[in-house]
Every structure is written in structure tokens, then in C-alpha cells.
């Protein structure tokens, strides 16, 4: 049915990626058309009244290309896509022409305009960027690389960064820092040394030795098929309660011989007991919901009365590696630079004040968890605050 609703000011109206359920006009107010990068927004324009967003599902477009915020109290009409789907239908072919041709060229300027805005992105490595570091490294290494014994590659230092340069068109910055990513999560090395016209001079970067190039591969392989799909980017985007579980749960079955399938099979309450344990985190249907949400697939089946959890070891590793990534993307655009020398960043203990379904840290007087909504026991008086 269609209704009515206010937004109050910095309320989001809807997300990029969400599903376009309603045609959405502005009836007073404001709406800022933004994309969220990171930690991030990237302005692309601004709606005032009597203006419409939500109009491409009419024509097959089924995710918003871009997110919507309040920029003042706004209200709008919002009417259902089916039905306005059902009066364009019994509407004259002129008029169906009409719309579908303005519509397109709507689509057409929002492309263009959603383009310049990630050009201009000052990022040391914007999102829509990733892919391509990671393509470029892959590709290089892979080519111009001396293969290993033991499945590893190294290329000298010089050689690799000429190539990837006059080849791909590749920023040395860049290059270099996207190379850091690699070595911080140990899935590459430098060999360091002296420089050949300076013997007393500071170490310098000789070679670089690639431990995994497959994986790599499959990393970028994976990151730009989520990355331009609608709807799939959230598979993409760094989640610590989401990966600390994948985390678990892998370490788990890297201890047991996968079948030829590649999956493997835990006991359920064995591995309910080792997430307690560590993440404080009782698991329940909702925290499976949450993880398929992610891209995580596991399987429960019952054998032989007992319940086990399944899943594809080698996908839930490539997944939990391309998060580990995308966390050293997210610190690299926030400093400007991948700090070699930063610790391990610990899995957060148990807290006092913690949510006893997921872990979260809630306040004394929290009734409900803001993360997964589990009701909190009230404290008592005797209780610390």
C-alpha cells in the first residue's frame, strides 16, 4: 500500500544494495544521494521536493545504486513497485516508451556521475581499486617471477616494480603499499640488503618472495565479482563478529582431513563450546542467519543423534583471508600508509558490561543488545555498573 513516512535529519532512507520496494517521491525536505566508502561518504547529489528515487525497478533494476540520507526533516510518498508497475502496463505504448527512455537516461547520468566521483576519490587505494592492486600484483609476479621448489615466487625488487608500472600503468605508491598488505599478513617476504653503489648505506628492499600466488588470484578473483554485483557487496565488508566465529570455526576444521569434496564435519556442540569459550558467544540460528548474510555456508545435519556442522573449508579460508585484507585496506586509507610494524590486534575479551548472545559491549541500563537484539538481564544492585 502506499504511505506516508517522515525522515528525521542524517536518517537513512535506504542503503546501496538494498532492494527496491517502493517509488520513492520527496514531498518536503531533503535527500543527499551519497556513496558509502570505508568509513567514508561520497556526495553524489542532492533531491528537494517533488523528485523521485527507487524509478529503475520499473524497468528490471532491482538493488538502489546508490544510498539516501535525510538532510532535514523529510517527508515522502512512498508507493509500491508492483503497483505502479501494474498502471504503466495498462498505460498507452507512447507513454511506456516515454518513461523507459527517461528512465535510461537517468540510469545513464547517475553512471557517469557515480564515475567522476570515484575518480576524484583521494583514497590511497579506493575501493573500486582493490581488485586491480591485487590483478596487477598477481599478474606480475606470476609472469616475471622465478617459481620455487616449495610453490613460492620471487621476482627482483626493480624488475617488478618496472613492470608492474609500464605494463599495467600501475602506481609504484601504491604497488608497494598494496605489497606491505601481503607481507603484514605473512603471505609474502622481502629480502633485503645494501645497496650495489652504496655498501654502507641503509638496507634496502632486493626481492620480494609470494608464498601463495593461487591464493592471491582467487582473492581478487573473488573481491570484483561481489564488489560489481549489486546487492553482493556486503559479502565484502569487514564484520570482527562475523570473523572471529569464521575464525573459530576454521581453526577447527584445519585440524580434520577434508573429504573429496573439501568439506569437513565438526561436532556441533563441540565447536558451540570452543566459540563460548573464546568469543563468549552462545550460538543460535540468528548468528547463522547473520553469517550466511556474509557469504558464510555451513550446513547442520543430524547423524546418528548427534548434530554436526558442515562446510567447505577451502571457501570459508579464502573468505576469512580476503576480510583479513580488507581490514589492512581500511587502516591503509585511514593512516595513508600499511604500518609493517603494528601488532596483532586481539580478539576483544569478555567485558563486564557484554551482551551473553553475541559479545557485544552494551551500557548498565541496556535492556536489549544493539547487535543482534538478545534481551539483557537487568542488573542488580549488588551488581557492578
Known sequence: ??????????????????????????????????????????????????????????????????????????????????????????????????????AERLKGSLADIKSNRLEKDSSPCPEDQVAQAFGRIFHTANHKSEKEKDGSSTIVWPMYRQYAQRVFGESLKRLEQATNVLVKLSLATYEMGKPEDDPEGADEIKSVTFKNLPVIEAFFAFYQYHYFKNGKSDILKPDDFSANIVDVFVKAGSALQPDRFGVVTLDFSEISEKVKSELNINLNNDHFARLEQKGVMTKRRTIADKVRLEFELKDLQNLLFTWKILKEFEKWNEKGFVDLNEKDEKKAKKKENSCPECGAETMPAQKFCGECGAALAPKTSGQAA
Open 1 to 102: 500500500m502506499s504511505q506516508q513516512k517522515t525522515y528525521k535529519k542524517g536518517e537513512y532512507l535506504f542503503k546501496e544494495g538494498d532492494k527496491i520496494t517502493h517509488l520513492i517521491f520527496v514531498q518536503s525536505g531533503g535527500v543527499n544521494g551519497q556513496l558509502i566508502r570505508g568509513k567514508k561518504n561520497m556526495d553524489l547529489f542532492q533531491l528537494g521536493s517533488m523528485q523521485l528515487m527507487g524509478e529503475m525497478a520499473l524497468f528490471g533494476q532491482g538493488q538502489h545504486p546508490f544510498s539516501a540520507v535525510a538532510t532535514s526533516e523529510t517527508k515522502t510518498f512512498e508507493i509500491p513497485v508492483d503497483s505502479m508497475k501494474q498502471q504503466i502496463d495498462s498505460s498507452p505504448q507512447l507513454f511506456k516508451m516515454t518513461i523507459k527512455s527517461l
